[in-house]
Structure formats: C-alpha cells, structure tokens
C-alpha cells in the first residue's frame, strides 16, 4: 500500500475513535489524508462513513484519538455537504450569503463569490427562489453552492449526487474534480462505485467502524485486499458465521 | 331588549363619529399592551430560544416553571404587584401605583411567559434540524441563535400576537394596578366592566365592538401570516 502521506498530506488522523453510548461506531482509523484530489470513503450502510466526515467537521469529538492538522498550518476551513440538506428558510443566495457570513469577507468579494457559486451550480434562473420550495436535487445543487462559497480546505461530502439525475450528477462531478485539481481536498462518501472510480484517487474502505483498507483508487479497484472490500464490490452479503447457518 | 337596542345605536355613533373618550381609551389600551407585549419579546424570544438551544441542569424545572407560570390567574399577578408597588410594599418609592408603567408590568408578567414558551417550541424543532449545519460553518452561540430566530420568524410572529391577544383582552390585573382612572389609566377592559356596572351600556359596547375587531384582526393576521409562509415553505 503506497503512504498517502508521499503527497503532501493536510492532515493526519491517529487513532481516531468514536463510542457511542452503547457502540463503537469508529475504531481506531490511522490514515493521512492528501491535501488535493478526492479520496472516497466507501462501506456498507453503517460503517461509520457519515461517522468519520463529522469528526473532520468537528461536530463530533473523538472518544480515543485525534485529528492532526498541524500539517495544514492555519488554514483548516471546512465546508460539508450533509447527507440530508439542510435548507435554510430564506432565498437560494441567502442561503449562500449565510453561509460565508462568518468569513468575514468584504461585500464585493462576498456578492463575487455569490454568483460564481451560483453559476457553477447551476442556480442562477432560481436565485431569489424560496429556496425550501426547490426540488430535492435543486437543494442538494444548493447545498454545494453553500460549501464551495466558502472555499474550504476540506470540503466533506456525504453522497451528494444521492437524488440527482445523470446531468446534474455529471455537473457536479465536474464541479468536484475542478475543486480538487485546485488546491481542496475532497473527501467523498458513496455508494456510486462508478462515481468513486471517476473521481477518486485514494479509497478508504470502512467496514463495521475499521479502516481496512487505504490505497490508491487504481489498486482499489483492481483488486481489493479483503474479502470484505471484494464482497461490497461484488454485490455480496457477507458470509453466515459459523454457528449461524439455522437448520 | 330596547334598552340594549338603543345602547347599541349609541355605540355605533360613538365609534362613527370617532368619539374623543372613545379614541383616548383605544389608545391607551394599544399603547399599554403593544409596550408589554414588545418587552416580553425582547427578554422571551432570546431567552425561549436559548432553553430550547442548550442542555443545562435546571433546564427542566425552569421550563415547567414558565409554563405553570402561563396559566397564572390575571387578578392574582394583579394583586401580588400591587402588594409590590403600594405605597408600603418593597417598590413603593417609584409611585408607580395607578400608573400606565404599572398595567405595562402587569401585562408583561402575563404575556412572558407565554412569549418564552412558545419560543422555546418554536426554536426546539428548528434547532434540531440547523444544529449540525450551523455548527459546521463555525457559529458560536451567537450566531446560531440569530440564524434561528429570524429562520424561526413565523412562528415567533405568531407567539407575539398570541400574546397581543392575551395582554388586550385582559382585564384583572390592570384593574387591581391601573384603578381604572379616567384619562390616566382607562383601558377598554376596565371601562367595559365599570362603565356596565354603572348602566352606561353605549361606551362599553362601542368598546366592546372595538375589541372584538381587535382580536379578530390578530387572528386574521396569524392566518395572512401562515398562509405566506407555507406558499414560501417557510412555515
Ligand atoms: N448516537 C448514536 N448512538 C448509537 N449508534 C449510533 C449513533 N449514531 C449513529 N449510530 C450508528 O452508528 C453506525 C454508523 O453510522 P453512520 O451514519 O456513520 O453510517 P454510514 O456509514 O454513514 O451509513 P450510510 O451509508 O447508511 O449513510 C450506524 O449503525 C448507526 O446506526
Ligand atoms: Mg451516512
């Protein structure tokens, strides 16, 4: 497995843990991450993905663990995409201007970074729109406005193109890369396995809270080192443990 | 049954001809109730939002406090403030006793609370669904609380005139702290109920007309309101 840490990583997780009440939902993660290009964390549904992109936003505080970010010096601004959107009840670029709002940029800049977020996103004939009354895919579009507005360091994107259909996922895919090529790192949750393959440099698989594999996205898909990465790959449930099989 | 006729076509007049005693009262009726109904949004709003916003021991009791607090009889607030500003009691010295400053303290006790909790409702739901997000862009307290009190402003709006409602129509406290003065302290409420009692039955249905067109027009306002904000998905 080659160190991600070669390509000048922004920051370092160690030992990264987070317990529920009652379950460890991330189990000692230990990865760098690259402080450009996508890397996409993929797993089965509670794997602790959506786990993982909270402790990068800083929602959550690690049990065991920390997040390094030293490497990234001051600038550790990051912007995330929720899995659900949260539309706030205001305009479409209201929205946009409450988000950038605590960066404390000048109106002009502000007003700037307003309608390239919105031309980017396609956004622009919906600009004064009540922005609850968009469609689910308008809102995620927006939610994305939101998040490249603030020109994060990190931008956490929890399966963005979930309800969207094939040209505003392709949009958004262009949208993603571009960001990536410039000087984001984008950590990307999905399921879209073809969507990992034509954005991804580097995959973290989860499985159960563990990080179990951490490779280049070409390796990855080549050929996964664990069974557990190759049964998700396939399509497959896991195996039935012994003692399990029933009648 | 011709008595009250007649009372009527005399309050009719009384409201047409824009009586001078008539208007004087309305007056100080809105002036006294808006003025506590401005004071109790000014210290319930943040205050509801904040017990909705965080988790502290006390939170509970505080707020099961506040909405035993909403169902207080209006003439027993009226009696405890007055034992608190008479001459004797610990307020005496400003003389407030049978002032309009007096009906506005006693209003704000009664609408307060109701002002808070329905705040509390309000920015509880709210919060639950901004939290992660506004914590994510990096606001403090501050600013979250600003972000949902304006995302919240339908619901707030409505609180403010529910408690309208409540301060305009109440008629206990302010009589037992105004005295119901003749061009001091004479609301609507306190003329109605003396202004019967004495047989003058024109000047308390001519107000008494007025204030049901009153609380109509809030009602009404409430519905404008909601329906707006639905059309926006606001709401
Ligand atoms: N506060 C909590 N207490 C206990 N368990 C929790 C809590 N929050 C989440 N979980 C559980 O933790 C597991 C991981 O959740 P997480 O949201 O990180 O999964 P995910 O990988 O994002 O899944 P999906 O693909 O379905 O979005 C889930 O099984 C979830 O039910
Ligand atoms: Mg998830």
Redesign the pocket.
């Known amino acids: 497995m080659l160190d991600p840490a070669d390509e000048a990583p922004l920051l370092e997780l160690r030992g990264l843990t987070y317990t ?4 460890t ?1 991330l189990d000692d993660v230990s990865a760098a991450l690259p402080a450009t290009g996508v890397t996409a964390i993929i ?1 089965a ?7 993982l992109l909270r402790l990068l936003a800083g929602l959550l505080t690690p049990t065991a663990g920390e997040i390094d970010w030293s490497l990234a010096g001051s600038a550790r601004r990051t912007a995330m995409v929720f ?1 659900r959107p949260v539309i706030l009840r205001r305009s479409v670029d209201a929205n946009i201007r409450h988000a950038i709002a605590p960066l404390g940029l000048n109106e002009a800049e502000a007003a700037r970074r307003v309608d390239e977020a919105l031309a980017v996103c396609r956004l622009d004939h919906l600009r004064t729109a009540p922005a609850r009354r968009l469609s689910g895919g308008e809102q995620q579009r927006l939610a994305l406005a939101r998040a490249l507005a603030r020109k994060p360091d990190v931008l956490l994107l929890d399966e963005p193109c979930a309800s969207l259909d094939p040209q505003s996922t392709a949009a958004i895919e262009a949208i993603v890369r571009q960001a990536a090529a410039a000087s984001t790192a984008v950590v990307l ?1 999905t ?1 879209d396995i073809a969507q990992a393959q034509r954005l991804a440099a580097w995959v973290m698989f ?1 499985d159960a809270g563990r990080l179990i594999e951490h490779s280049r996205a070409g390796a990855f898909f080549a050929g996964p080192q664990t069974a557990e990465a190759r049964d998700y790959l396939a399509g497959r449930l896991p195996p039935i443990a012994p003692g399990d099989e029933g009648s | 049954m011709q008595e009250a006729l007649e009372a009527l076509g005399l309050a009719g007049r009384l409201i047409v001809s824009m009586d001078g005693d008539v208007l004087e009262i309305v007056a100080l009726s809105l002036q006294v109730s808006l003025t506590a109904v401005a004071v109790s949004c000014l210290i319930g709003l943040p205050l509801g939002a904040l017990l909705a916003m965080t988790r502290f021991r006390g939170r509970n009791v505080l707020i099961v406090l506040n909405n035993a607090l909403m169902g207080l009889p209006p003439v027993v607030v009226g009696l405890a403030i007055y034992l608190a500003i008479s001459r004797a009691g610990p307020f005496g010295v400003f003389g407030l006793l049978y002032t309009p400053t007096a009906m506005i303290i006693a209003q704000t006790v009664l609408v307060l609370p109701i002002v808070t909790a329905l705040a509390r409702q309000t920015i509880e739901d709210l919060n639950a669904e901004y939290d992660d997000y506004l914590r994510s862009l990096g606001l403090g307290i501050g600013g979250r609380l600003r972000t949902l009190l304006w995302d919240g402003r339908t619901g707030l709006i409505t609180a403010a005139i529910a408690g309208m409602g409540r301060a305009i129509a109440e008629v206990g406290a302010v009589i037992i702290v105004g005295g119901n003065i003749d061009h001091v302290t004479r609301v609507m409420t306190t003329a109605i109920a003396l202004e019967t009692s004495k047989g003058e039955l024109a000047l308390a249905m001519a107000l008494g007309i007025i204030l049901m067109a009153i609380s109509l027009a809030l009602n009404a306002a409430t519905h404008a309101l909601r329906g707006d904000a639905m059309r926006r998905m606001y709401a």
């Open positions: 529920a009440t009652t379950a939902l797993g549904n509670g794997a602790g993905k959506t786990t899995q949750v399921h989860l």
